[in-house]
């Protein structure tokens, strides 16, 4: 699928919402978690992003999610991913969502379907646990904590597991070899959490047939940064 179906998709989903929200106040805002500059270990430097722009109701949102890294030495894009979701509330703290999620690997191109969950777990976990479905199926399940140190100094431990279900060996992935991102982030909350800097820690390491491939191609498996960067929301 072209980036322009994606667009389009985007487009439509947009209308859905818009006429769906003639009885409720629209809400919309843009948060973007992650924009930070990760210095390796290894030498190896990488611009990484993550975030999302949403409009809709309390009912129904159409929300777009775009995250990428940017391999600095190389001058090479590594990954960007984008996501066109619709999300509707089945709980107080839980919202359902589907959609589509368009990727730009190292390699071919790749189109999921998506299917999540998303919402606060008890003591105040933010989740994310996604299902994509197409020929190279995969789940993700992501969840962070916000640390409140003082009032606008938080630390936010996170983890994110990404688990393939076959293999994908042109974009050197193995069946059921997760990948794991673990980081912690230190950031201080400026202009009432509209900007907040931070620095912190991110480490990625591959498991099982995964690794394997990676190891067979010269390639590390496991990698430690350390990041700064900065949060914005409007």
């Known amino acids: 699928m072209k980036i322009s179906t994606v667009i389009f998709s985007a487009l439509t989903a947009g209308i859905l919402v818009m006429s769906s929200a003639h009885a409720e106040e629209l809400i919309w805002g843009v948060k973007i978690e992650q924009m930070e500059v990760r210095v390796g270990d290894n030498g190896t430097d990488v611009v990484a992003w993550d975030g999302d722009a949403v409009i809709g109701t309390d009912e129904l949102k159409f929300v777009l999610r775009n995250e990428g890294e940017f391999e600095t030495d190389g001058d090479v894009l590594e990954t960007m991913e984008t996501q066109v ?137 496991d990698a430690l940064w350390f990041v700064t960067g900065l949060k914005l929301q409007f």
Do not use: C, M
């Not at 990727?103 to 606060?120: F, I």
């Not at 190279?136 to 996170?158: C, D, G, K, Q, W």
């Not at 293999?167 to 912690?184: F, M, Y």
């Open 85 to 221: 979701r619709i999300q509707v509330p089945v709980s107080d703290f839980f919202d359902v969502a589907a959609g589509i999620r368009f990727d730009t690997p190292e390699g071919p191109d790749r189109t999921h379907a998506v299917v999540g969950l998303k919402g606060l777990a008890p003591q105040w976990f933010e989740i994310d646990a996604d299902l994509y479905l197409s020929r190279h199926p995969s789940f993700r399940f992501e969840a962070e904590y916000e640390a409140l140190i003082t009032n606008h100094l938080i630390l936010t431990p996170s983890v994110e597991i990404d688990l393939p279900f076959n293999d994908d060996r042109e974009i050197d992935i193995g069946a059921w070899g997760p990948k794991t991102e673990i980081g912690a982030r230190l950031s201080y909350d400026l202009f009432d959490r509209a900007v907040a800097p931070y620095v912190g820690v991110h480490y990625e390491r591959y498991f099982g047939e995964t690794k394997d491939i990676k190891v067979a191609e010269g390639k590390e498996g």
